[in-house]
Structures are given as structure tokens and as C-alpha cells.
């Protein structure tokens, strides 16, 4: 009977390969798919929650032309960030703290925060029973798989609070974070293409070069170039430093996983794959013009060895890196060597915006990281992250938003015990 229940376990597992991967995804192999679909499920959730706090309060905070984005938040949501990021933090703190104690945080607690102190701000995240069970089948665009809701994305990730009745549930509350920062991105700028790429071109492009220019590690740092090539007006890479004689290319890019690749269709992943490649070819054609708009005054290199040029996405994919590359040499004008090839690989990273800040913040060099990789992994180009060494945070300014955030919570727990919410 055991061996019976054994053979059964394992031809399901079997059979779960080719339910995984049906025919909309015929170009891609078992572990293609596999790998993204389990990493953009799991990696999120471990990354640090402060650096994304410290990520969205910074963008959600930002008050400058021509965006003007603070208050294109408040008018949609009826209160600041600073609302969302302490209902966030101190949810996020107290289950922490349930969770590994035998404290159980009382009724109370939950009841003030959500209906008296951050009344808009947990509107703005709860939503209905029925209108989650909706929002869940439109993301599996109807689909009845199994695997699709395994891996799809959740009504979860943009609501905390689901209601039912006069009732309301906190069913994860693991996903509070991802609930105040990249999903209210996503709602801020859903429809509104316009204000997506505003946001990148003058909010997250100041906000990466600051955090690598207050990183101290580097000779020079500089914002994006105008130049003349072949007649036409360009723009350089986003951000350019300089460490001794290496250089450093940098472009910031707000791509996304789509909602497609998450149940595994095909056009979805393919046209990912040419976005992402895409940027990689004009990072190519980039640095081999950068004689056309060098603005270093120390003294550079003139060898290629010594460039590095990172595409900076706003959220990783971890589809195979191999896919890029190979679609970047086909996107380049000029037929590619193999030599040629091997340098591009080698020399122009994809990294998410997270590896840029856990570098930056912890005080350590993109450059080296970046020489590091190339010199550990060999030939092997499957899926090479740019991976901060360090841990001990360095940012001055990320320091003190810690403290800051400590400050509120310690405040906001004080505000509790005044009002008998521990009792």
C-alpha cells in the first residue's frame, strides 16, 4: 500500500511538468518558467521592508516639478504616505512580535488603528469579498488551473483588509508591506502611462543617483548627458561615475513583471524579454559612444574592460538572463562577434532596483560588485545578480529615516496605552 501511495506522489509530480507548462508556452522549457514564476513568489517577501519604506516615502513624498507627486498621492488617497508607512510599520511590528512570543496583541489595538487613527488609509486598503473573488479571476484571466492562482498575482497584494458583512479580515499580514509600497505604485499609475513615465524620468532616476552619490565610493558622479551623435541630439545613461579609472553606466528603467508572465503567457514573456533586451542593446550602443559625451575630469580609461554599464528595473523578473542577451545581439544594427558577445554578457548587468540600494546603501561599490561577478562566474550567464557583500547599513540618510520611523512608533505606541488599547 506505502509503495502504491509512493508511486502515486511521485507520477503526480511527474504530471504536474506538462500541466505547468501547456502549449502557450511551447518555447520555453520546464525550468525557464519554473524558476521566475517561484522567485517572483518567494525573493520579494525576504528583501528588506525598510529599504522599501525608505524607497516609497521618498517617492511618495516628492513635491517636485513637474510631477509633483505628494500631491497627486493625497488627492487620490486623502492622506499623506506618512499615514500608509506607520499603519504599515506598526502592523507589520506587532504580528512580528506575536508571532515569535506568546504576546497576543488584543482586539483593541486592531480596532483603533484602522477605524480611528488611519480611517482613509485602511479604506484605501480594504476591499470587498466580492470584489476580491472578482479582481482574483480577472488576474487568471478566467482561468479554472490551479497552478494559475498559485502563482498569479493577488487582490492580496493590493488589500490588506478584505470585508465581509460589518466584518473585516487581515488575512496576510506578512504582505502589509507590499500593500504600502509597490502596489500602490501599480494603483497610482494604472491607465496612466503619462504619469509612469514622469515618475521615472524625474523622480526615480534623482532618486538612484542620490543613493550612489551619497554612497561616497566613487571619484565623480554625474547625472544624464546631452550629446550629439550622427547629427541627432542623444541623452547618455541615467547616472555616470567614476572609481580610479573604471566607469560606471547606469539606466534606470520602471519595468515590471506583467501580469501575463505570472500565468505563463507566452506573448507576455516574449515581449518582456524584448523590452529588457532592448535596454541592454542601447547600454551596448551607449558606452561604445561615450567618447561623445565624457564629462569626468579625472583621467579614464580608454580600454572597454574597464566599463560596466547595470539596467536598472524597477522589479526583477528572474526570467534567465541567456534570453537578454541573446535578443539584445539580434536588436544591435552591427552583426556581433562571439568575442564581441562575450563582452557584452560580461560587461552590461540587469539588476533590480532593491540590488542597486542594498549595494549603495551598505557603502559598497556597483563597480566592484559588478568586476566581481564577471571574474566568479565564468561562462555561466544564465542568471548572474549583482549581489551586495555587506549588510551594515551606511546611508546617512537612510539612518535617519530609521530613526525617524522609531521615533513615530514609539509615539504611536505610547498614543495606545493613553488610550487603553492594551488593556
Same mark, same amino acid.
Not at 498621492?73 to 512580528?96: I, M, W
Not at 504600502?180 to 509612469?196: F, P
Not at 568586476?371 to 549588510?391: C, M, N, V
Given at each position: 500500500?506505502?509503495?502504491?501511495?509512493?508511486?502515486?506522489?511521485?507520477?503526480?509530480?511527474?504530471?504536474?511538468?506538462?500541466?505547468?507548462?501547456?502549449?502557450?508556452?511551447?518555447?520555453?522549457?520546464?525550468?525557464?518558467?519554473?524558476?521566475?514564476?517561484?522567485?517572483?513568489?518567494? /525573493? +520579494?517577501? !525576504?528583501?528588506?521592508? =525598510?529599504?522599501?519604506?525608505?524607497? @516609497?516615502?521618498?517617492?511618495?513624498?516628492?513635491? %517636485? &516639478?513637474?510631477?509633483?507627486?505628494?500631491?497627486?498621492?493625497?488627492?487620490?488617497?486623502? /492622506? +499623506?504616505? !506618512?499615514?500608509?508607512? =506607520?499603519?504599515?510599520?506598526?502592523? @507589520?511590528?506587532?504580528?512580528?512580535?506575536?508571532? %515569535? &512570543?506568546?504576546?497576543?496583541?488584543?482586539?483593541?489595538?486592531?480596532?483603533?488603528?484602522?477605524?480611528?487613527?488611519?480611517?482613509?488609509?485602511?479604506?484605501?486598503?480594504?476591499?470587498?469579498?466580492?470584489?476580491?473573488?472578482?479582481?482574483?479571476?480577472?488576474?487568471?484571466?478566467?482561468?479554472?488551473?490551479?497552478?494559475?492562482?498559485?502563482?498569479?498575482?493577488?487582490?492580496?497584494?493590493?488589500?490588506?483588509?478584505?470585508?465581509?458583512?460589518?466584518?473585516?479580515?487581515?488575512?496576510?499580514?506578512?504582505?502589509?508591506?507590499?500593500?504600502?509600497?509597490?502596489?500602490?505604485?501599480?494603483?497610482?499609475?494604472?491607465?496612466?502611462?503619462?504619469?509612469?513615465?514622469?515618475?521615472?524620468?524625474?523622480?526615480?532616476?534623482?532618486?538612484?543617483?542620490?543613493?550612489?552619490?551619497?554612497?561616497?565610493?566613487?571619484?565623480?558622479?554625474?547625472?544624464?548627458?546631452?550629446?550629439?551623435?550622427?547629427?541627432?541630439?542623444?541623452?547618455?545613461?541615467?547616472?555616470?561615475?567614476?572609481?580610479?579609472?573604471?566607469?560606471?553606466?547606469?539606466?534606470?528603467?520602471?519595468?515590471?513583471?506583467?501580469?501575463?508572465?505570472?500565468?505563463?503567457?507566452?506573448?507576455?514573456?516574449?515581449?518582456?524579454?524584448?523590452?529588457?533586451?532592448?535596454?541592454?542593446?542601447?547600454?551596448?550602443?551607449?558606452?561604445?559612444?561615450?567618447?561623445?559625451?565624457?564629462?569626468?575630469?579625472?583621467?579614464?580609461?580608454?580600454?572597454?574592460?574597464?566599463?560596466?554599464?547595470?539596467?536598472?528595473?524597477?522589479?526583477?523578473?528572474?526570467?534567465?538572463?541567456?534570453?537578454?542577451?541573446?535578443?539584445?545581439?539580434?536588436?544591435?544594427?552591427?552583426?556581433?562577434?562571439?568575442?564581441?558577445?562575450?563582452?557584452?554578457?560580461?560587461?552590461?548587468?540587469?539588476?533590480?532596483?532593491?540590488?542597486?540600494?542594498?549595494?549603495?546603501?551598505?557603502?559598497?561599490?556597483?563597480?566592484?560588485?559588478?568586476?566581481?561577478?564577471?571574474?566568479?562566474?565564468?561562462?555561466?550567464?544564465?542568471?548572474?545578480?549583482?549581489?551586495?557583500?555587506?549588510?551594515?547599513?551606511?546611508?546617512?540618510?537612510?539612518?535617519?529615516?530609521?530613526?525617524?520611523?522609531?521615533?513615530?512608533?514609539?509615539?504611536?505606541?505610547?498614543?495606545?496605552?493613553?488610550?487603553?488599547?492594551?488593556?
Amino acid at each position: 500500500r506505502n509503495e502504491n501511495r509512493f508511486r502515486t506522489m511521485l507520477n503526480s509530480i511527474w504530471n504536474a511538468n506538462s500541466f505547468l507548462l501547456n502549449e502557450s508556452c511551447a518555447d520555453f522549457s520546464f525550468a525557464d518558467v519554473f524558476f521566475p514564476l517561484t522567485m517572483m513568489t518567494q /525573493v +520579494p517577501i !525576504q528583501e528588506s521592508y =525598510l529599504i522599501k519604506l525608505y524607497r @516609497y516615502r521618498y517617492v511618495f513624498t516628492d513635491h %517636485s &516639478s513637474p510631477v509633483d507627486l505628494g500631491s497627486v498621492f493625497e488627492e487620490k488617497f486623502g /492622506v +499623506p504616505y !506618512q499615514d500608509f508607512l =506607520l499603519l504599515a510599520e506598526t502592523l @507589520y511590528s506587532f504580528f512580528a512580535i506575536q508571532e %515569535s &512570543s506568546d504576546i497576543v496583541i488584543p482586539d483593541k489595538v486592531l480596532d483603533y488603528l484602522i477605524l480611528k487613527r488611519f480611517p482613509k488609509a485602511t479604506q484605501s486598503l480594504l476591499v470587498s469579498r466580492d470584489e476580491y473573488v472578482r479582481l482574483q479571476r480577472k488576474y487568471v484571466d478566467g482561468s479554472e488551473d490551479p497552478y494559475k492562482y498559485v502563482y498569479s498575482i493577488r487582490p492580496s497584494y493590493q488589500y490588506a483588509f478584505v470585508s465581509e458583512g460589518n466584518v473585516f479580515y487581515f488575512p496576510l499580514p506578512h504582505l502589509i508591506i507590499q500593500n504600502v509600497t509597490s502596489s500602490l505604485m501599480y494603483r497610482i499609475t494604472e491607465g496612466n502611462n503619462q504619469l509612469r513615465t514622469d515618475i521615472g524620468k524625474h523622480i526615480w532616476e534623482k532618486y538612484v543617483c542620490e543613493i550612489i552619490e551619497e554612497s561616497g565610493v566613487y571619484d565623480e558622479v554625474y547625472p544624464e548627458q546631452s550629446y550629439v551623435f550622427s547629427g541627432s541630439k542623444s541623452l547618455s545613461p541615467d547616472v555616470l561615475t567614476r572609481q580610479g579609472k573604471h566607469i560606471l553606466f547606469l539606466d534606470s528603467k520602471s519595468t515590471v513583471p506583467s501580469i501575463g508572465i505570472r500565468i505563463l503567457k507566452e506573448y507576455a514573456i516574449k515581449r518582456h524579454i524584448e523590452a529588457v533586451a532592448e535596454n541592454i542593446a542601447k547600454m551596448y550602443n551607449q558606452i561604445n559612444r561615450f567618447k561623445y559625451y565624457n564629462p569626468f575630469k579625472g583621467k579614464v580609461s580608454s580600454d572597454r574592460n574597464d566599463y560596466w554599464g547595470v539596467v536598472v528595473v524597477l522589479e526583477d523578473s528572474f526570467i534567465s538572463r541567456d534570453f537578454y542577451y541573446k535578443k539584445a545581439r539580434e536588436m544591435v544594427k552591427e552583426e556581433m562577434s562571439d568575442v564581441e558577445f562575450e563582452w557584452m554578457r560580461a560587461h552590461i548587468k540587469v539588476a533590480s532596483l532593491y540590488d542597486i540600494e542594498h549595494i549603495s546603501l551598505t557603502g559598497q561599490s556597483i563597480i566592484d560588485v559588478c568586476r566581481e561577478a564577471a571574474e566568479d562566474q565564468g561562462t555561466s550567464y544564465s542568471f548572474p545578480r549583482i549581489l551586495a557583500k555587506k549588510t551594515t547599513m551606511k546611508s546617512v540618510k537612510y539612518l535617519d529615516f530609521i530613526e525617524s520611523l522609531k521615533r513615530d512608533f514609539a509615539e504611536l505606541v505610547y498614543e495606545l496605552e493613553r488610550e487603553g488599547c492594551f488593556k
